[in-house]
């Protein structure tokens, strides 16, 4: 039963894509209007399509796979719990025996309870609010620190200014004593 083989597997599974791929580069050469690598579109079409023909008359040759009914051997998988010509067994919800009764037990002993643990869930959403706003107080932090940094700035180049204002008043000064000295000048 060489089809059942790996081997086969990976070749029918490169087939089906190399003749999918064939396929669509025919599609896109005929919407296109043009060759791929000289072939016209019209025949890759027809050799992708043929491939997955061929792919798919193989596939149904072969025999399928048997059913597993896993309920058979493990009837609690149906729900219903029951055996047939015996007694019922525990399906997944029972909680009266093996390990979620031994959970159960240990939770009793620790005294941990139904509001207990909605307790420690409301718990962990407050939690979870005070690190976001932990965080947006480290994204104001981090703002105050640029705006410390850019005001520094502004004050660097306010005292520039003021250099700049001394100089020209000083300038102006002089240009007005000069200007005071040639009416005097002139009225001589």
Not at 10 to 26: C, K, Q
Not at 52 to 69: H, K, N, R, S, V
Not at 152 to 162: E, F, I, N, S, T
């Amino acid at each position: 039963m060489f089809w059942k083989s790996k081997g086969f597997k990976y070749v029918i599974n490169f087939l089906f894509g190399l003749g999918a791929a064939v396929v669509m580069l025919g599609a896109l050469a005929k919407l296109n209007h043009t060759d791929i690598a000289g072939i016209p579109g019209d025949f890759l079409i027809a050799l992708g399509l043929g491939i997955e023909a061929g792919l798919f008359l193989i596939q149904g040759l072969i025999p399928p796979t048997p059913d597993y009914y896993w309920e058979k051997l493990y009837p609690g998988l149906d729900g219903t719990g029951e055996v047939a010509g015996g007694p019922a067994i525990a399906s997944f919800q029972d909680a009266g025996s093996g390990i979620s009764a031994q959970l159960d037990e240990v939770l009793d002993n620790a005294n941990v309870n139904r509001l207990s643990v909605e307790r420690l869930g409301q718990n962990l959403e407050r939690l979870s609010d005070n690190i976001d706003k932990m965080n947006q107080i480290s994204d104001i932090g981090a703002a105050n620190a640029r705006f410390v940094e850019k005001a520094d700035g502004a004050m660097g180049a306010l005292d520039a200014v003021q250099e700049s204002m001394g100089t020209l008043k000083g300038s102006v000064a002089a240009l007005n004593q000069k200007y005071v000295d040639m009416l005097e000048a002139m009225k001589s």
